[in-house]
């Protein structure tokens, strides 16, 4: 992979300095449960099509008393995008050559009165530059509290910088995170933006406040809710609703396609799935 320009380098540290405070965070959740567990992290290297070295990532997962299965990835990789997909591409149908860097992240839980999550944020360079990302909530319980809390942590993040934002990105998270054979949605939404190139500074600075933001309220709504009691009939809600989640991922999520597209660790592409889930 060619190496990395400034804003690559800066991105890229950026993804991996926040993967490193939400795993210490989740990490201590555990602890207060009286749990040892912490994260295993397994190194992944990327060869390009072309047979050069693409680039890679780490896989991180724990499994615990609090989090039954929680993954946060941070990879970087590069090279060129093969065939009919390099058009899907915002700016590559001209020019095939890549390069990406961000941090994926999704926690089921063990209780299923604590919302799962999930959260990504990226740095894309092809003939254009641009982030994208987000995060939305995805309780297999909802309770309205949660849901108004993290609409605001995500509101207050995106109002620091444009009040155009949130009704914006949370219209595109409804219509993005929805599941069209169920017509339902996987969860109670959240953010969701892509190709935000207007500058590089201030759409990097937006999309460090996301992932701030998502490290201040989600730690919050797991403590709220991880010792409440619940019962069989909770836990099948939960089950089922993760054959959802896992259907969505699986047949319309852009992130699972790209990351099969361009040759991505198959087990830190696949980490989205929930350990246990059922259907009817």
Known sequence: ???LDEQQSAARTWFESLRTRICTAFEAIEREAGSDAAFDYTPWDRIDPSGAPGGGGVRGVMKGLVFEKVGVN???VGGTFEGDFARSIHGAAEDPRFFATGISLVA???NPHVPAVHMNTRFLVTTKRWFGGGADLNPPIPYPQDTADFHATMQAA???HDPAFHPRFKAWADDYFYIPHRQV???VGGI???HLDRDFDADFAFTRDVGDAFLHIYPDLVRRRMHQPFDVADKARQLEW???YAEFNLVYDRGTLFGLKTGGNIDAILMSLPPLA???
Do not use: K, L, N, Q
């Open 1 to 3: 992979m060619a190496p």
């Open 74 to 76: 941070v990879s970087t």
């Open 108 to 110: 089921h839980m063990a």
């Open 158 to 160: 995106c109002d620091a």
């Open 185 to 187: 949605h996987r969860g």
């Open 192 to 194: 969701f933006y892509d």
């Open 242 to 244: 993760r054959g959802r």
């Open 278 to 280: 059922t259907w009817s």
